[in-house]
């Protein structure tokens, strides 16, 4: 189990599952589409929902 691997986007605080780059869907499209806020789906997330 490695804690230090976070979701890609740095808007994002989450951890993604094991082999994933992102927490979420949201996270990935969000890396084509800057945006202010995180819209994944974790309450955990420190990004603005
Ligand atoms: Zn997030
Ligand atoms: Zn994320």
Partial sequence: MN????????????????GKEFCSDSCAVAKDRPQLACECPHPDCMGEH
Avoid: F, G, L
Avoid at 3 to 18: F, G, L, M
């Fill in 3 to 18: 804690a230090k691997v976070k979701c890609a986007n740095p808007d994002c605080s989450c951890v993604p599952a094991d």
